[in-house]
C-alpha cells in the first residue's frame, strides 16, 4: 500500500511539475524568457516603465488570464467604484494586434489600442482614448518606429519613436520625436 501511495505522489508531481510556459512579455514586444524590462523613454503616455516576470513568463503580481497557448487574454477587475476589463487580441503569427481597455471610475473611460507590423517589425501603434463624465476629453496618439536595434535574443533594445498626439474633436496638435531604449534582463544568462 505504501508503495503504491508513494508510485502516485511521483506520478502526481510529473504531472503537476510540468510547466506551462506564459508569454506575458509578449505585451511589449518580447520574447524569450525574460525576466525584467526597464524603459528610457521620453513617452509621456507610457505610465509603467518596469515590468518583472515570473520564471514561467507570467507577469509578476498581475490578474492577467492566459490561453492554452500562454499568451495574455486580458484581465478584469472590480475594486469597488473602480470597474477596469482589458481585451487583448493577436493575430494568426501570435503578434499583439489590439488592446481594448475600459474603465469605470466616476464617469467612463475607454482607450483603444492598436499595432501595425511590417514583416514581423512592430513600425506603429495607435492610441484613441475617450473619457466621458464631469470632463470630457478625447484625443489619440500616433506612434511611428523605426531604426531598431536588437540584444542577442533578437528583442529590440533601442527605436526611434515619432509621437502624433492630436485632441479631438478641436484638432490641435502636438508632435515630438525621441530615442526610447529598454534594458532586458533574461532568466538564463
Known amino acids: 500500500m505504501r508503495t503504491v501511495l508513494f508510485l502516485g505522489m511521483i ?17 511589449w514586444d518580447a520574447h524569450g524568457d525574460v525576466k525584467e524590462i526597464k524603459y528610457s523613454t521620453k513617452d509621456p503616455l507610457m505610465v509603467q516603465k518596469k515590468m518583472k516576470f515570473d520564471r514561467n513568463g507570467k507577469l ?33 503569427d501570435d503578434k499583439l494586434t489590439d488592446v481594448d481597455l475600459a474603465s469605470a471610475n466616476k464617469g467612463n473611460a475607454h482607450k483603444y489600442i492598436s499595432f501595425e507590423y511590417k514583416d514581423g ?26 531604426n531598431y536595434e536588437y540584444d542577442a535574443k533578437g528583442n529590440w533594445i533601442s527605436r526611434d519613436v515619432k509621437l502624433k498626439i492630436t485632441d479631438l474633436p478641436d484638432g490641435k496638435t502636438e508632435e515630438t520625436a525621441y530615442k526610447e531604449t529598454r534594458k532586458i534582463t533574461y532568466w538564463k544568462e
Do not use: H
Open 11 to 27: 506520478l502526481w508531481g510529473c504531472v503537476c511539475g510540468v510547466a506551462q510556459e506564459f508569454k506575458a512579455a509578449s505585451l
Open 60 to 92: 509578476k503580481n498581475s490578474v492577467i488570464v492566459y490561453n492554452a497557448d500562454g499568451y495574455p487574454l486580458g484581465l478584469d477587475m472590480n475594486m469597488g467604484m473602480i470597474n477596469t476589463s482589458v481585451k487583448f487580441v493577436y493575430s494568426s
Open 121 to 146: 517589425v512592430m513600425t506603429g501603434e495607435k492610441i484613441r482614448s475617450e473619457e466621458k463624465g464631469k470632463k470630457q476629453k478625447e484625443w489619440e496618439g500616433i506612434y511611428t518606429f523605426s
